[in-house]
């Protein structure tokens, strides 16, 4: 267990210009610094004193307990001047051992301590990145003698801390070549505890994005405030789903040509109309027939030689007779001769050659076979509804629209969408400032 120190200042009257200062203010300090420090009033540590102290009705100062590293008292009028300052008071670790931990609530240097606030506090540094050194220095966010012991705590511990001019052979070394070293850089960054922390590591930061370091070497820093997923980085998936069963519509498409094919079916009935063509030479062959009753019509011909009657001039006392065919006749190529031989008052014989017109009168008809005489053809022409069955052949194909078939649904996979853009990595958040101790 540490002891806790009794303030050597301890039960002193405090004096300005010969005068007993009653409610003189104490306040207690890490040593170097403006740092507040917990005091007590008694060395069990039970009873912790509210600051600024003051200065008791005899104008001295109350009994005071400290626990810890090297301190600091200063003392103020009741009127705001500062009397006295006395710095580097020993505590129970010895001075020089800057960072080895004090009592409960102390704080000892390369500490962090967050502020709601902005300001410069003494005994203090913003962790912004900036520089730390000496008088001589020129840092940025601190050049005093104060900061050296939180120059040469980090020189120590952190080596991704850039110093100027390159690290030396040591902190103090550097210190006293004036040069500045680089403070960690909170600026909109959280804190997370190095994995270890003198335990197996807990692997939680496996897969972390590191900007430097690892997830196991102080100061390491990484992560991002927005991330672009990757296709390896988004769950393999698909979109399935149906369209609006809205209102009737219909599709334009064209066929694929899949290859030599048939199609077979039957025309509709599309009203009367007429086929041209001629009948192909299909060879010798008959047809029966009998004509139509053609009306009053003559026929043109010779008659034959049975039972005529003729007449001839004078006195018959005898009569003989003799016929024959002559060719040049009308009936067929051919016409008859016949040969009278008579007696008549006159003397001799008469021959007498002679022919006949004949005629048909009234409705008739003829029936007939016509002559197989060899091939010929026919035209032809057809009237009226009638069907037609078809068949194509060959690779091709067919364009057109289908009509408006009333409400319907479409099964379907969606194409891909999204436009790949960052997301934000951050969860919610408040801004304060934070501080290391010197």
Known sequence: MRLAVFCPLSTQPVFFQGQAQIGATIQV??????????AYRDGLLNNAWAQPILSDGNGCIPEIWVQG???????????????????????????GGGGGGGGAGQLVTGDYVDNHGTAVIAGRVRANGKTIGNAASGATELASAT???????????????????????????????????????????????????????SL??????????????????????????????????????TTQASTAHSHSFTTASAGSHNHTGTTDTQGSHSHSGSTASAGAHTHSFTTGFAGSHNHTGITNFENQNFQVSGVVTSVSRSFGFVNGGSLGGFSYVSDVTYTTGSSGNQTVTHTHNISTDGNHSHGGTTDSGGAHTHTISTDGAHLHNITSDGAHVHTGSTDAGGVHTHSFTSDATGGGASHNNMTPFLLITTYIVL
């Not at 300090?29 to 917990?38: E, I, Q, V, Y």
């Not at 705001?80 to 006395?86: A, C, D, S």
């Open 29 to 38: 300090f890490d040593a170097g610094t403006l740092t507040p420090r917990k």
């Open 69 to 95: 590293n090297p301190y600091k008292v200063r003392i103020t009028s009741s009127g705001g001047v500062q009397i006295r300052e006395v710095d580097n008071i020993p505590g129970d670790v010895a001075a």
């Open 147 to 201: 900061c050296q012991a939180l120059f040469q705590w980090l020189w120590n511990g952190d080596s991704n801390l850039a110093v100027s001019g390159g690290r030396g052979a040591s902190a103090l070394a550097d210190w006293n070549a004036n040069k500045t070293i680089a403070l960690p850089d909170l600026n909109a960054r959280s804190r997370f505890g190095i994995d270890g922390m003198g335990a197996s590591a």
């Open 204 to 241: 939680r930061l496996t897969g972390a994005t590191f900007l430097s370091g690892n997830a196991t070497t102080l100061g390491s820093s990484g992560g991002t405030a927005a991330e672009t997923l990757g296709i390896n980085q988004i769950a393999s998936h698909t979109h399935t789903g």
